[in-house]
């Protein structure tokens, strides 16, 4: 492996705490942490952090907002309503209001069908009064 290929992995890294700690204020401490807890798929946060955060929320191109909205979609139709309650929150700090989540998941329920949709309301009730 070229030192490139160590420097590119760092910065996705660096790129990926930048992006999650601002999709996520007051949730994660200052610095490269360690999110791994010993058990099963831990390399699975690391993943997501250098490959979802650090490449994709970190691009340019679209703002967070945007994706914020894209991501919510993506989410409901794939009956990720785990990822969806996360979601909804980063939506928020994002700029979203509470009506244009709602309205997401109204318009998703023409294209994902009516249980996705019913399934993503109540996750998201979930994820606002929680």
Same mark, same amino acid.
């Given at each position: 492996?070229?030192?490139?290929?160590?420097?590119?992995?760092?910065?996705?890294?660096?790129?990926?705490?930048?992006?999650?700690?601002?999709?996520?204020?007051? %949730?994660?401490?200052?610095?490269? /942490?360690? !999110?791994?807890?010993?058990?099963?798929?831990?390399?699975? =946060?690391? *993943? &997501? @952090? +250098?490959?979802?955060?650090?490449?994709?929320?970190?691009?340019?191109?679209?703002?967070?907002?945007?994706?914020?909205? %894209?991501?919510?979609?993506?989410? /409901?139709? !794939?009956?990720?309503?785990?990822?969806?309650?996360?979601? =909804?929150? *980063? &939506? @928020? +700090?994002?700029?979203?209001?509470?009506?244009?989540?709602?309205?997401?998941?109204?318009?998703?329920?023409?294209?994902?069908?009516?249980?996705?949709?019913?399934?993503?309301?109540?996750?998201?009730?979930?994820?606002?009064?929680?």
């Amino acid at each position: 492996m070229s030192d490139k290929s160590g420097e590119e992995a760092t910065d996705l890294r660096a790129a990926g705490w930048r992006a999650m700690r601002a999709a996520l204020p007051g %949730v994660f401490p200052e610095g490269d /942490i360690d !999110l791994r807890d010993g058990r099963l798929g831990e390399d699975l =946060v690391d *993943i &997501g @952090l +250098t490959s979802v955060w650090g490449a994709l929320w970190g691009r340019e191109g679209l703002a967070p907002r945007d994706r914020s909205l %894209v991501t919510l979609g993506i989410l /409901i139709a !794939l009956g990720a309503e785990t990822e969806l309650k996360t979601h =909804v929150r *980063i &939506g @928020l +700090t994002n700029g979203l209001t509470q009506d244009e989540i709602a309205e997401v998941i109204y318009h998703s329920s023409g294209y994902t069908g009516f249980p996705r949709a019913v399934a993503a309301r109540t996750a998201a009730r979930e994820a606002l009064e929680g």
